[in-house]
């Protein structure tokens, strides 16, 4: 067990090793993914898993909080990196102690505690005058109290008696992208530095362009192990940005004393004064012992885990890596919070600077939506506050309707830059955000799945309409009419697969837009049915009438679709390029190029980097039948390098419907493990958000083949040979219900017993919830 | 040769070994040490040498300014830490660049051209990638420039080709004590920082105290091997209170490119927009090349070992530790400012805030009397200018006159705490600055021989005839009157010995005491005699008259003196102390503590921190006969420890008196090497300035047995048996005269015919100087 490699201090919180990763060597060149790996994130705000005791040379710290974002002289609206408390030195005289300081380190294990939300550290640190320390920390970032976060060490003097020097350190030097200095950007200014009233520090800061104040504050406590306190020394120094107290203790040889330090980070996004509340919520933090904060974590992570739960029986590796996902994903989010959403790197890593990407409605959506709707009610929500902004988009780009941003922050407006500098400081010219149009039926997609799955009315009505209006109206602006062959066409634009820019009639695109605007005509139909009133309302507010539906539905019919003969040409021209299938595998089973292809530009080819055509497929499965589904599995899939981490988890999801279980697996463990392994060598930028959404609908939606029809649940489980079971809980009707699939059979657990669900389209009840 | 471990474009900079110190592996934990020994001063500032490529773990990176101090938090005006411009960071890609970077560093050498004035730098990264990048460079503080820095990189990629990246930075985030936490200070606040106009960067602070403003600017140069501009994407950023200013190369393969640092720092202390001045200077100082910069370099460095040369025949490594003694000795003073002095670690450090000591009068200032005396007219001169400080000092302690305060910085005041916090925390109370009062008569020593080396009668009447005059008042209102024994005291003082403190009637304090009362009115009556208008005007301007002169003289007469049988006893009561002699000593031949007196407070005990009744004897050595010396050296050498490094060189000197030239040798060594191979463990705090000055006192007053009498030159050599020749220069009546001793004969060459000299007091006439 790796907690056996702990002292009973520590040892006592830790779970059993299925719940464990461990890092149980120190190398500091894994720094930088295990800072994002062993992230935690409060729901308030995440903070990576720095070594507090600095004095590591190479680091990303970074605290970020949801919706604190700033531009400056970034090409877009960064989350920011706010300034850090993971901060408290410890020093023997002049000498630091660290991970990275003295001679050595010995006996080092890191753990991240799945099933109750900490990290905790173990080593010996060897100066070079040969005293050994035993420093062990549990670092937690309070579900409890989300501005908060607060970690111990334990400190124990193996060979030596002395004074130890600590400082308690809120960093406000740091910036966003620290080791990219070509990129390297600082978004805050630091207003004011200083001494709290009695103890502690704080650091007022506020961003460049927005001027949005932040102010972090933190103490320590540290007592002997009667419970003493053993602070001395006690001194405030300000040393520019960087807020500082200083203390000592006084260690006698083999005896342990534990030193706290706490942090609270307030934004100005909710009002009030950022400074006053911090203070506020510090102190009341504080008095909180960690036995009662690990309980009240342990209490807060038991009720997520009801919810996300996940049983994999017969690949436990598997079975960590999806609690590792499912861990990080559902951390992330406030809950509290309708005008925040996910970043593509979650809040583990400032990639794509937090925004919310099509990732959020096609990857992450379903899992919240089936496991946490209220937090998917968050995300939704989040659309329609911005539906101002994506209006403003749309008649940016000479279109009317909402046309949603690519990349969203806070504002709602487009944050993916029309150019940017690349690496080597050449310009860029980025069409993404004018050509990746179809963000905006994605967001309507999982919108609308949203609502069929929680079935929120409220959402529906006050929400999803307009949205769906807009959004149809966007469309039928964008679309092109070709006279010559009398339909309606779509150029100019870049689908999924990224490697195809400036292409036309991308039959995702297409499809996805056709499909947004005959289910909005559709939608506002039966509505105005049904509700007539209350839509005639949302008819006036919009200036909408029959008339323009009917024409919406008229165009949208005329949307030009490239399918023949089974098989669907990405887009107008595709199948003339270049074409080379994959006949090689790199040692991690990844595909390499075609050597054929090496030196050809990637759009003379048709080689793709990710899921195009089988990504409509997915989303579309009643509407393709099985011979087209294999068709273009097959096609598409010798193309396909997965350079993108949204690729492999619908590869799985389409090789298991056209029967490809072996391969789907292969997918399913490359989506699944893509941080925990950096299988994609970037999690050092933060987590592979939709890789972990995208893994949990393989096992939901593939492996057990949930699926509703007629406002049903049904299954076509999949389970592999090697799995004895497979079991998760998810809300169907506003109750909790637990599904267990076996080779044989699917049985689902009910509060409610008239439940009943299909298993391969044949009737079964559910059973009462055990109590 | 050490030289032929570098490039040939380095190369051809470098001397002979014989004036090279190098460091020839890289340790990490020798930086600090390096820092010290390899530290560049330009006369108005002082560069540490740290690594400008970043990313070392453990460093204290320092920039300071002669005359900019501040006190703040700290317990004395501090010599501030100004703003680092000594950083240019190169990264491939995010990797950076550095001796502590990558996976291994390769062939390192650093080397100090102690002919030349300057630092080189050899090694080869090893990237984690493999990638190997040669990295040479070589830094100067301008000596034509004194406001300027530079270093210049050769950079090459030695097995690849691509695209570097750089930053130049100006780090305004240090701090004095950067590694003490407890005693962290930042001396500085940043006003402004930004781009300069066209290219490069800069930083506006001020002291926080006095608010003296200060500006650093920098910019930077890159060419290929043809002389090519290369730099791109050049672009400036501000990061909090570093400015920075990013820019890329493309390096190729085995091709060598070439980057130059500039910088400029600028004080306010001369009057002037320092921003302004700054940017003038830079200018200016970028248009010379770097082969011009070296050979005005060169250029100034002869003139100065013209002066300094001093030749060891016979033991060339003594040979070259005195030339690096006197390479940072002659290195620091301001040739044009006498508002500021020497500290007692030079300008290399950060030890004792950059004050002035006794160690200026009695240990550095006669190797600037003698080779230097515009130097030292600036050093005596500060402390005429600084009178009215020790005036108000003696105010201060009740007393009159002018007593000189124990430490030194800008404003004449007393800069030693009355109590300080100990590294443990504890308060020490500080009784130095109150008791050490020896310092006023040791000033006044200095100043007179100052006077009778170089016959600045300038500085006699307008200047020495006053302190002498104030000086003598404090005495004797600092004296007191025992009535019962008839004689006057001095009580609750400590002497040169620090470990015996709040003693009475200090010998060497007494004696001083006396010599400084009846010196003044020596000098006093006889200028009244000569220049009796001039001297009454004196007179007039301090209320003095022959009454107070007499009343002075006959105190002073009156002043106890504790010699008895020949055998000087340090202070009243110190013989019934604790007494056992020195019986062994450590590996580096330094006495160890006999092992009774282990567990003993040292001052119940007769064990000595360093020479105190020696050291009186080797200043006034004419007014004691041999024997006493002998008996006094004996009896004390065997009671000292040397625990101060102003000790091994009195007692070189001593020994050499008294006929121990065994031991001398290895005193004058002990001194010699004390920073070059760190004996006293401390050197990371800077040079040992008085060290330096005493080595220097060893050879020429010692081993060469100079002294004057009677206005005429004396020599009585004792040259060790394993040289065979030892010379120098010095100014002797405003005339460089070289001196020559061999084993049998002292030669003088002079531009003067009629110079005569007497060698064991047989007259001789000097050779006419060799053209």
Known sequence: MYRDRFSDKIKQYISEDE????????????????ETNFALASGMMGNRATHPEGFIRKELPANYVHGVFDRSEAFQRDLCNTPNWNLLKIYYKTEPIGPEAGQEIQDYIRILDLQ?????????????DGRKTLIESIKILSRTSPECGRFRYYITPLNYSGQLEFENIIDATVTNFMDFPRFRVKHLNTRQIGPLEDTGIFVQSETRDFL??????????????????????????GHGEQAVEFFDAYVTENETISVDKFAAVVSGRDGGNTKVIAVEKLRSFMMRSLDQEIEMQKKIY?????????KIEGDPRLQLAVRFDLFHLMSTPNPKDNRTNIGAKLIHGEEYGGHAFWDTELFILPFFSLTFPEIAKNLVEYRYLLLDGARRNALKRGQIGARYPWESADTGDEECPDWTIEGDGTCYVCTVADQEVHVTADIIYGGLQYFLW????????????????????????????????????????????EWHEDVSNNAYTNYMARWNMLTAVKHLRKYYTEKTEKCKELFRKLSLNEA??????????????????????QFE??????????????????PLLPKALKGIKRDKTTILKQADVVMLMFLFDEEF???????????????????SSLSPSIYCLMGLRVGESERAYDYLCRSAFVDIDNNQGNTREGIHAASAGGTWQALVFGYAGLKIKNDQLHFTPRIPEKWTKLSFSLFWKGDLIHIEISKDQVKIFSNKKELSYFVNDKEFKAEMVKK
Chains 1, 2 share one sequence.
Do not use: C
């Not at 109750?116 to 070079?128: D, E, K, P």
């Not at 932040?214 to 120094?237: C, F």
């Not at 929680?454 to 769906?468: F, V």
């Not at 294999?630 to 096609?635: L, P, S, V």
């Open 625 to 643: 039948d099985e011979n087209t589904k294999r068709k273009n599995f097959d096609y598409y899939e010798r193309r396909t390098l997965h350079r």
């Open 212 to 237: 949005l104040p932040l102010t972090t504050v933190a103490d320590v406590k540290a007592t002997d192990s009667t419970g003493k306190d053993i602070i001395g020394s006690r001194q405030y120094r």
């Open 116 to 128: 109750h939300g900490f990290v905790a550290t173990h080593y010996i640190n060897v100066a070079y």
């Open 548 to 569: 323009e539906l009917e024409e919406i539905e008229k165009n949208a019919n005329k949307i030009y679709i490239p399918i023949s003969e089974g098989l669907i040409e």
């Open 454 to 497: 929680t079935g929120d009315m409220e959402y529906y009505e006050n929400n999803l309409l307009e949205m769906l209006a807009e959004t149809a109206r966007f469309w039928n602006s964008r679309i092109e009419y070709n006279k010559e062959k009398d339909y309606f066409e779509i150029t100019g634009i870049t689908g999924p697969d």
């Open 302 to 310: 038991a009720s997520y885990w009801e919810r996300a739960k996940i």
């Open 573 to 590: 021209g595709y199948f003339n390029l270049i074409d080379h299938e994959i006949h090689e595998w790199d040692e991690n089973n990844m």
């Open 19 to 34: 719940w464990i990763v461990a890092e149980t060597e120190y190398n500091p060149r894994n720094n930088l993914m295990y």
